[in-house]
């Protein structure tokens, strides 16, 4: 059977699983129902990733050789935008409201980048171009992603969202750039999510031939790290076309001839993992069918409390993050705490700025020199604790979600042996692993303190302040200032470790939940069924049986072929 077969056969038996699981499975049913639409649109994402200005879209544009998407040096993609096989060059952008406008190429910047779109303030949901080009002609979607780790905050959702929905990618690194906290994690979930990982180490062009060498073996140093095996790096200039054609050659052969199988592997995996969950409830039903009334009460009573138990223990694991994450934060405070205190150093420095100045510029000159300085002493301190924050919290997040995984292991353990079967393991996702990144740069805005109004009135205003006073006013602006934005950046990373916070604890509460639901549903059905009139007790049966079969067609035919090896691909850019 060739690829395209197995994918219909695997659409058709995924359609059966879906149709045989009913309405008292509605979450199985909804997995059911996107596992047969990826299978019948035969759709394939490839995700365009990496830090902003590490020339995503250029590297797109040289791919399709086309002049598509808007390139410059600052975070440029605000949003994220598809690129599909189509007759006609346009776009479709998708807003907020569900609403969508066609549009020409030429516009697409007004609506897909940071400068002209700011903050997404036109509320846009996506982009989507059609375009003739052979490259597309496969069936492959290529997705421009937000950079992970831009400034503009509206757009991370957006990345994250993509890079785990995608089925391939493509990450741009910069050789001119040093690998950040982000690209390491970025690189290490690519390493366990996607099909086929393309790795392009842009810009080679900026850099000396020793010194890329330099480049080239840190970050094969790291894929080897994050693979387990060495991988082949190739690299790129997307500004001058050096060492693109080795790329795209293997970028179109993938296309060409790995795509159905890189098709096939996912397609065997979301099947798979479809078919454990219905044959696990299957199986405690089953079992429980067969004890007594009173056996089958005992035994669900033993579960529910079983349950019970390790729902107390989950919250007791979440007490504990909770105090690591206080932890953060006091550790946090004590850091920050020197940052506003200015040395000798920074005083001298703003003095030294209005040495030779007229005296009618002495105070303008003494704001910029203070604007200057707080970002010099704030971007730094900045850049060190949102990393040395994001270490702490991951290692304590990590602990916590390792935790959560082993109530889910515990309950699937109780319940195999209280009903004594044998059922496949629950694996839970791993929100931090998936994030890529948990922090995302904030700009840091030190506005200069002397109002505009008093800017432009000062030259009609007498002199009535010698040099040494406005001198001596401007070290206390500056120690203000100074005390402003360290506080600002304490309540920024604090309010981002709330947010992350909230959302791992959710994300891993409903998880375990879950698991514990879907065997006590399993268990009360056979409750339910055991009491139910002869003939309902038979077409519960015979919907089990019909369940149970189709599961068992599935895993034989997502089983059929070998495994597809998953071997990444690293493109050195």
């Known amino acids: ?3 395209h077969d197995e994918l219909a056969k695997l659409a058709e038996v995924a359609g059966e699983l879906a149709q045989a699981i009913d309405a008292d499975a509605s979450r199985l049913g909804d997995d ?83 400068q002209e779109n700011p903050g997404n303030t036109r509320k846009v949901a996506g982009a989507r171009i059609s375009l003739p080009a052979d490259l597309l ?15 503009f905050r509206h757009n991370s959702d957006s990345a994250r969202e993509a890079i785990l929905s995608a089925d391939g990618a493509v990450m741009v690194l910069s050789a001119d750039t040093p690998m950040t906290e982000a690209e390491r994690a970025l690189i290490k979930l690519l390493s366990r999510r996607s099909e086929r990982t393309f790795f392009v180490l842009n810009r080679i062009d900026h850099l000396e031939e ?54 096939l592997s996912l397609a065997r995996r979301d099947v798979l993992a479809l078919a454990d969950h219905v044959e696990n409830e299957i199986a405690l039903q089953d079992s429980a069918l067969e004890l007594n009334s009173t056996e089958l009460d005992e035994k669900l009573g033993q579960f529910r409390r079983a349950a019970d138990w390790q729902h107390d223990a989950f919250a007791d694991d979440r007490v504990l993050f909770a105090h690591a994450a206080k932890r953060i934060v006091t550790e946090l405070e004590e850091r920050l705490a020197p940052v506003a205190v ?9 003095h030294e700025a209005a040495v030779g100045v007229p005296k009618a510029d002495v105070e303008m000159t003494l704001d910029r020199a203070i604007e200057k300085e707080v970002r010099a002493l704030i971007e ?5 604790e949102e990393l040395e924050t994001e270490r702490l919290w991951r290692k304590a997040a990590e602990r916590f979600e390792r935790a959560t995984q ?17 059922l496949h393991p629950v694996q839970l996702t791993q929100p931090t692993a998936q994030r890529g990144r948990f922090f995302y740069s904030a700009p840091v805005h030190a506005e200069a303190p002397a109002s505009m109004l008093t800017r432009l009135l000062r030259p009609l205003l007498p002199e009535r302040r010698n040099r040494e006073r406005l001198i001596q006013a401007a070290d206390g602006r500056f120690r203000d200032e100074m005390k402003r934005h360290t506080e600002r950046l304490r309540d920024d990373l604090q309010q981002r470790l709330a947010d992350a916070n909230r959302g791992l604890e959710q994300a891993m509460e409903e998880q375990v939940s879950q698991v514990a639901n879907a065997m006590m549903r399993a268990i009360e059905r056979a409750q339910g069924i055991r009491q139910s009139a002869e003939n ?17 067609r599935a895993r034989i035919a997502a089983e059929g072929a070998p495994a597809q090896d998953n071997e990444s691909v690293a493109v050195e850019a």
């Open 406 to 422: 082993r109530r889910a292991d515990k309950l699937r353990e109780i319940a195999g042996e209280l009903f004594d079967v044998e």
């Open 137 to 151: 002609r496969h069936g492959a979607i290529l997705v421009d992603t937000p950079g992970v780790g831009s400034i």
């Open 342 to 350: 200015l040395d000798d150093d920074a005083i001298e420095r703003l």
């Open 210 to 263: 020793p010194e890329l060498d330099r480049v080239r073996w840190f970050v094969n140093t790291v894929l080897q790290e994050a693979f387990g095996e060495p991988q082949k790096i190739y690299s790129v200039s997307a500004k001058t076309g050096e060492g693109l054609d080795d790329f795209v050659e293997a970028f179109e052969e993938f296309l060409e001839h790995g795509l159905d199988q890189a098709r």
């Open 1 to 3: 059977m060739d690829e």
């Open 380 to 384: 730094p301190a900045r850049r060190r």
């Open 32 to 114: 059911a129902r996107f596992v047969v639409e990826r299978l019948r649109e035969r759709r394939f994402d490839v995700a365009v990733v990496g830090e902003f200005n590490r020339g995503k879209s250029s590297l797109l544009n040289r791919l399709l050789d086309h002049v598509v998407l808007p390139a410059g040096v600052l975070p440029v993609t605000s949003v994220l935008t598809e690129i599909t096989y189509g007759e006609e060059e346009q776009a479709n952008v998708r807003f907020e409201d569900g609403t969508s406008e066609i549009i020409d190429l030429t516009q697409l910047e007004r609506y897909v980048t940071e």
């Open 536 to 552: 309902e007790q038979r077409d519960q049966r015979d919907r089990a049986r019909r369940l149970k079969e189709a599961a068992e």
